[in-house]
Structure formats: structure tokens, C-alpha cells
């Protein structure tokens, strides 16, 4: 998963590279279809087998659910609420996703899941209470440093718990992704920081 946050910085700096949305369109796909080029080849690395881990995979899954309601508000509006500091910001946090995964993986995997999800409350939170451009990019770099390595986190320890756990992990954070916009809209009346509050407070839930 350290690609996606690669390729978050990439797109970040694509955008940057170029004013017009056009250009940056076009310059997108061009990176993509080379970059799917190079990527075909490659194969998955095998996952732990199921049934093997302790713990609840019901709580897991509401807790992964939760995630993809908070992380989405915060993946949707925060380049919006951070003004024109946003762009370059958002490279900033496709290099902290594409170091996280390897950071966590490394620690109780049960432990770093609760932690990660603690830190991108935090950093969710954060464009709520300060406008201060360092609280700007410390929200960025928080939120890019936990999103990924909290999937990577989930998954793996889904693995170990359910037989199907991917593919209902990965259904119910899906899904909470369209529904998580659509429950911040009504906040959004004066100001896109008005919904972090919220994404903040699904995101503490899913930790505890």
C-alpha cells in the first residue's frame, strides 16, 4: 500500500505543476497508465491464514466501518478547508502514507491499529481548533501517516480472524465512504472545518 501514498504525493505534484485542471487531468492518466504499466507484472504477497489470531472480527469490522465514515469527511474536505496551502500540503501526506505501512507493520499490530486511529483523530481535529499553518500541516501529515497503515493494520489482522475477511472489510469501509460526505453536508453550512469535528469524533469510536 506504500504506492498509493507514492502516488498521492505524485498527483500532488502534478497538480502543482500546472494551473489548468485539464492539463493536470491529461498529465494524471498519462502517469497512471504508466505507472499500470509497470505494476501488471506484479504479483500480492500471500496473506496470514484465517483463523489463527485472537480477538473479535465483529468488532473489528464496526471499528474498520467507523474508519472509512471519519477518514472519508476528512480525505474529502480537508484540502478544502486548508485554502490555498492545501495543494502543496497534500504531497506531504502521500509521503507520509508511503512510509507508514513499513512503520507499523513493525509494531503489535493490535496496539499500532488503536494508536493510528488515535493520531488521525488528532490530526482530523486539528484544522477544527487552529488555522495556523503548522497545525495545517501536521493535520495533512497525520492523516496521510495513519490512513494507509490503518488498512494495512485492519487487513491483516482481519486475515487471521475471518476466512472472508477482506471482502467484508473492505465492503463496509466502501460503503461508509459514500456515507460519510452525505452525513457532513448538513454541517457544511458556514465553513468545510465545521464537518472535521465529526470525522474526529467516528474516528475516536472506531479506536475504542
Same mark, same amino acid.
Given at each position: 500500500? !506504500?504506492?498509493?501514498?507514492?502516488?498521492?504525493?505524485?498527483?500532488?505534484?502534478?497538480?502543482?505543476?500546472?494551473?489548468?485542471?485539464?492539463? !493536470?487531468?491529461?498529465?494524471?492518466?498519462?502517469? !497512471?497508465?504508466?505507472?499500470?504499466?509497470?505494476?501488471?507484472?506484479?504479483?500480492?504477497?500471500?496473506?496470514?491464514?484465517?483463523?489463527?489470531?485472537?480477538? $473479535?472480527?465483529?468488532?473489528?469490522?464496526?471499528?474498520?466501518?467507523?474508519?472509512?465514515?471519519?477518514?472519508?469527511?476528512?480525505?474529502?474536505?480537508?484540502?478544502?478547508?486548508?485554502?490555498?496551502?492545501?495543494?502543496?500540503?497534500?504531497?506531504?501526506?502521500?509521503?507520509?502514507?508511503?512510509?507508514?505501512?513499513?512503520?507499523?507493520?513493525?509494531?503489535?499490530?493490535?496496539?499500532?491499529?488503536?494508536?493510528?486511529?488515535?493520531?488521525?483523530?488528532?490530526?482530523?481535529?486539528?484544522?477544527?481548533? $487552529?488555522?495556523?499553518?503548522?497545525?495545517?500541516?501536521?493535520?495533512?501529515?497525520?492523516?496521510?501517516?495513519?490512513?494507509?497503515?490503518?488498512?494495512?493494520?485492519?487487513?491483516?489482522?482481519?486475515?487471521?480472524?475471518?476466512?472472508?475477511?477482506?471482502?467484508?472489510?473492505?465492503?463496509?469501509? $466502501?460503503?461508509?465512504?459514500?456515507?460519510?460526505?452525505?452525513?457532513?453536508?448538513?454541517?457544511?453550512?458556514?465553513?468545510?472545518?465545521?464537518?472535521?469535528?465529526?470525522?474526529?469524533?467516528?474516528?475516536?469510536?472506531?479506536?475504542?
Amino acid at each position: 500500500m !506504500s504506492g498509493v501514498g507514492a502516488g498521492i504525493a505524485l498527483s500532488g505534484v502534478l497538480v502543482l505543476l500546472d494551473d489548468h485542471w485539464q492539463a !493536470s487531468w491529461w498529465l494524471a492518466a498519462v502517469a !497512471s497508465a504508466l505507472l499500470t504499466a509497470i505494476a501488471w507484472p506484479l504479483r500480492p504477497v500471500p496473506r496470514p491464514r484465517a483463523g489463527t489470531g485472537r480477538g $473479535s472480527f465483529a468488532g473489528l469490522f464496526v471499528g474498520y466501518t467507523l474508519e472509512g465514515v471519519g477518514y472519508i469527511v476528512a480525505g474529502t474536505f480537508l484540502v478544502a478547508a486548508a485554502g490555498p496551502l492545501g495543494s502543496t500540503a497534500w504531497v506531504l501526506t502521500g509521503l507520509a502514507a508511503a512510509a507508514s505501512p513499513f512503520l507499523l507493520t513493525r509494531l503489535d499490530q493490535r496496539r499500532a491499529l488503536v494508536g493510528a486511529l488515535l493520531l488521525q483523530a488528532a490530526g482530523i481535529a486539528l484544522p477544527a481548533v $487552529s488555522t495556523a499553518p503548522v497545525a495545517t500541516i501536521v493535520a495533512f501529515v497525520l492523516f496521510g501517516a495513519t490512513f494507509l497503515g490503518i488498512a494495512t493494520t485492519a487487513l491483516n489482522l482481519g486475515a487471521t480472524r475471518h476466512p472472508n475477511a477482506a471482502a467484508l472489510l473492505t465492503a463496509g469501509y $466502501s460503503a461508509d465512504q459514500v456515507a460519510g460526505p452525505l452525513l457532513a453536508t448538513p454541517l457544511l453550512s458556514h465553513d468545510y472545518r465545521a464537518a472535521m469535528p465529526f470525522g474526529a469524533a467516528t474516528v475516536l469510536a472506531a479506536a475504542v
